[in-house]
T-cell receptor, first 115, second 113 residues
Framework: DTAVSQTPKYLVTQMGNDKSIKCEQN?????MYWYKQDSKKFLKIMFS???????INETVPNRFSPKSPDKAHLNLHINSLELGDSAVYFC??????????????FGPGTRLTVL | GNSVTQMEGPVTLSEEAFLTINCTYT??????LFWYVQYPGEGLQLLLK?????DKGSNKGFEATYRKETTSFHLEKGSVQVSDSAVYFC????????????FGTGTRLQVTL
């Protein structure tokens, strides 16, 4: 029944490691997003894909690489993890209807801690 | 560019008190405005929205009116409950920004008995 799911829920790792976070949505949406929420709860968009095509790419270090194998999945791979990458990462999805706002549905978040 | 400014928290209220969380925005054109809520340990949920000036969004006793003249979208509730304790985010989407939500910094609300 889960609409937008993320795995893992918690991720603790050492600096310098490479890790991935997975996101899946079963809502039939065309567009998926990754947001980062820092320790002060500030939320900022990182990436967005529409039908497997990258449409938003904010100023994010190129150690972060999103991958969308199909429109129901958007994974986030992070190379050479740094302390500053510690945050909660939220996946979201929305339908794509041109000319109107499309509500975004958020996953439960993945709390990444880099030691 | 687009930006959203929210009042600093935390906001601490007794149950049944009146709530106002201020939100102002900067954007060109005619953005759509939203309030999202994040309960402890959970993701964000859309609480309410307004897509044009003078629209009032409402849900679960919460209301916010899109005021273009003051570029504001303040969240109000007449009588808060302990279960309303959460972080509230004001956000906007501007036309032509490919559905990119711009969030405020969030306001933590704590309601006590």
């Amino acid at each position: 029944d889960t609409a937008v799911s993320q795995t893992p829920k918690y991720l603790v790792t050492q600096m310098g490691n490479d890790k991935s976070i997975k996101c899946e949505q079963n809502l039939g949406h065309d567009t998926m997003y990754w947001y980062k929420q820092d320790s002060k709860k500030f939320l900022k968009i990182m990436f967005s894909y529409n039908n497997k095509e990258l449409i938003i790419n904010e100023t994010v270090p190129n150690r972060f690489s999103p991958k969308s194998p199909d429109k129901a999945h958007l994974n986030l791979h992070i190379n050479s993890l740094e302390l500053g990458d510690s945050a909660v990462y939220f996946c979201a999805s929305s339908p794509h209807r041109a000319g109107s706002y499309n509500e975004q549905f958020f996953g439960p978040g993945t709390r990444l801690t880099v030691l | 560019g687009n930006s959203v400014t929210q009042m600093e928290g935390p906001v601490t209220l007794s149950e049944e008190a009146f709530l106002t969380i201020n939100c102002t925005y900067t954007a060109t054109g005619y953005p759509s405005l939203f309030w999202y809520v994040q309960y402890p340990g959970e993701g964000l949920q859309l609480l309410l929205k307004a897509t044009k000036a003078d629209d009032k969004g409402s849900n679960k006793g919460f209301e916010a009116t899109y005021r273009k003249e003051t570029t504001s979208f303040h969240l109000e509730k007449g009588s808060v409950q302990v279960s309303d304790s959460a972080v509230y985010f004001c956000a906007l989407i501007n036309t032509g920004t490919a559905s990119k939500l711009t969030f405020g910094t969030g306001t933590r609300l704590q309601v006590t008995l």
